[in-house]
């Protein structure tokens, strides 16, 4: 017998006199905290304040929602208490009462009440249950309030209940209780601190059953401080619903086209290029040994008989679904001239600073330490870049900006005139320097005023770390009338670009302080908050300021770098920046950023055990989401954002041939 089963056997000895009734038995966890409290001395958590309080509160919860707490009461009386918490025992196909209170099932209390059986006879698989289910962890004080339990053990478990003279089999579930405080705990925890806690019930028990059964338990121990707000059981099996499985058959048809067009692609389209470049290869191996200049090239006219096969229309919208041409296209890094090469760089680098803030402030409510790590982390003087990393949302502002107004202004100039109704409106508005930076300027002035006004009123906190009110911070955030400030400078250096043509001539001088005034600005943005989250909150004017041309100013110091960059002033950067590794990496940053969450979420949600942050687990975890990411963004431009770029330019391009 091994020794987890010794100390198993140990644990429920006692299981007939209810050793587990009386919390006052337990004061292993009093000296456990007031020892942590002692080594934990400058945090300022609130359980560190409190450290026996919030022992007893722990040790209570862990028992509470232990299936030996059960074990401690006749069944007739669980089934009593649960009743008395207007709850309404039901047989298994219909109920025994006409009331609308919820109600627990029959099969579910049955199944509750053999597995209590099972641990007083002292049966494994019973044990197995109890072992399965969530228990306080180490480092509570560090803020372990996730108790998971073990998922796989609990879903390998089969129990068995005898009914009459038959015994019959029943399987398990995996449940996570969400428990909170009604009322706050002084010195301890706020009111409504979420605890997650695991559970290893029958199957039997529906969502519903889980919920009222451990509620009514909970709040009896606990004199209704504590409830269970919510139970989320695991249903591994869940057939498909009809939403899931339409999105099966949309996507199956989108393989099945992209493996038509790619056969298309191959045999119609690439074959013969593939023949015809090794007949050449051929001939000019032969013609090597020719010495004789005048003698006739071999199979020259064998190769010009290759006929280049024109796709009709039906034909080029299967070619627009191409894995073999959309990927070559993607792949390619070869750009015309007067491309602004630095964006390629500018665009990967912002995208993995998004994922790299989204891999820390995605996994914060999975981490067993994040009170004892993350106030270490806030206090680096380097942190801001992780803390502060929404910033790297306005870049792609800045971007779109820029991208719209250059190469908007390029076509118009190319075009010769020939202009929609919206491009001549959108020209005339650029012909006009004066009136276009007034219109520029006023927009810029509005959207600071709006911020400034609404930031002031809200009492809008400089970053989500420094303890603010954290009410209207996405509103800020999300309104685009409070963000339009990079957009705006965006739009000014695409208009400069053009204006230049790219051959802006600068002393070097002007050069280093341009350089140095936007690095410094950059600085600013990024690093100005430290102190604000660290030594207490800036003032209300202070806050309102920083919120109102924190991005703006950002904005500025980028559009320096792609100007400087464009005119060859970048030096060192523009090398980096500019590196043709960049130009695929750059195509896939948009489905980067619609794919990354989903990759992030999917390794959270996966995952059968907290996370312990440090910093070589953040620079893994990072790293595998990054190379994750663009994996799923290439299949995803590959099956959708190529091909519908090509579908568009097969059906205008047909509109245009029939005007």
Not at 53 to 67: A, F, H, I
Not at 346 to 360: D, E, K, Q
């Amino acid at each position: 017998m091994n020794l987890l089963f010794k100390l198993i056997i140990l644990s429920v000895a006692s299981l007939d006199r209810c050793a587990y009734s009386s919390f006052d038995n337990y004061d292993g966890y009093h000296s456990i905290f007031v020892h942590i409290n002692s080594i934990a001395k400058g945090s300022d958590l609130n359980v560190i304040k409190s450290p026996i309080e919030y022992g007893k509160l722990t040790r209570m919860l862990s028992n509470v929602t232990d299936l030996r707490t059960i074990s401690c009461y006749h069944f007739s009386n669980l089934r009593s208490e649960v009743q008395e918490s207007n709850v309404t025992a039901v047989p298994s196909t219909e109920s025994t009462s006409k009331s609308s209170s919820p109600t627990v099932s029959d099969r579910c209390l049955t199944g509750v009440s053999s597995v209590v059986q099972a641990v007083a006879q002292q049966k494994i698989w019973a044990f197995k249950m109890i072992d399965a289910a969530g228990k306080p962890p180490a480092n509570l004080l560090g803020g372990g309030f996730k108790w998971l339990g073990d998922y796989d053990e609990c879903m390998d478990i089969k129990g068995s209940t005898t009914v009459g003279n038959n015994e019959m089999l029943f399987g398990t579930e995996y449940c996570m209780l969400s428990v909170i405080n009604l009322q706050a705990v002084p010195n301890v925890l706020p009111q409504y601190t979420t605890l997650s806690i695991g559970m290893c019930l029958p199957d039997s028990c529906s969502e519903q059953d889980t919920q009222i059964l451990t509620n009514s338990i909970i709040r009896n121990y606990t004199n209704n401080i504590f409830i269970v707000n919510k139970a989320e059981c695991q249903e591994p099996d869940k057939p498909f619903d009809t939403r899931a499985i339409i999105v099966l058959v949309i996507l199956s048809l989108f393989v099945f086209v992209m493996v038509v067009g790619t056969v298309y692609d191959i045999i119609m389209i690439q074959r013969p290029k593939w023949e015809k470049t090794t007949g050449h290869a051929e001939l000019h191996a032969e013609t090597a040994f020719i010495e004789s200049e005048k003698t006739p090239l071999i199979h020259h006219d064998e190769t010009d008989s290759y006929s280049k096969y024109t796709p009709g229309m039906f034909g080029q919208l299967l070619l627009s679904f191409s894995v073999y041409t959309n990927g070559s296209k993607i792949l390619n890094t070869n750009q015309p001239g007067g491309s602004l090469t630095a964006i390629n760089g500018i665009r990967f680098i912002s995208m993995t600073w998004v994922i790299l803030g989204h891999a820390y402030g995605f996994i914060l409510s999975d981490v067993d330490n994040v009170g004892s790590f993350l106030p270490k982390m806030i206090k680096r003087a380097t942190f801001p870049a992780i803390s502060n990393a929404l910033v790297s949302v306005d870049t792609f502002f800045v971007l779109s900006g820029t991208l719209l107004v250059y190469i908007v202004m390029k076509e118009l100039k190319k075009n010769g005139g020939k202009l929609n109704w919206g491009m001549f409106y959108f020209h005339r508005f650029w012909s006009y320097p004066m009136i276009g930076y007034a219109i520029l300027l006023t927009f810029l002035c509005g959207t600071w005023i709006a911020t400034g006004i609404m930031a002031t009123k809200w009492d809008v906190p400089m970053s989500s770390f420094d303890g603010g009110n954290m009410t209207h911070y996405y509103e800020i955030y999300f309104r685009p009338y409070f963000r339009m400030g990079p957009y705006l400078v965006g739009m000014f250096t695409g208009y400069l670009l053009y204006k230049t043509d790219l051959k802006f001539k600068m002393n070097r001088f002007l050069n280093l302080f341009g350089w140095l005034i936007a690095g410094v600005s950059a600085c600013a943005v990024l690093y100005g908050v430290y102190e604000d989250v660290n030594d207490g909150r800036e003032s209300r004017e202070i806050s309102s300021f920083y919120i109102t041309v924190h991005r703006t100013v950002w904005g500025a110091a980028v559009a320096w770098v792609i100007f400087a960059c464009a005119h060859g002033y970048g030096g060192y950067v523009n090398t980096v920046l500019s590196w043709k590794g960049f130009i695929p990496l750059s195509r896939l940053t948009y489905c980067a950023y619609l794919v990354h969450p989903i990759v992030i979420y999917h390794y959270l949600y996966t995952r059968r055990r907290m996370i312990h942050l440090s910093d070589i687990e953040i620079i893994y975890e990072f790293l595998g989401h990054l190379c994750l990411s663009y994996a799923g963004a290439f299949l995803a431009s590959l099956a959708f954002e190529a091909p519908m770029m090509g579908l568009e330019k097969v059906i205008f391009k047909s509109k245009q041939h029939k005007k």
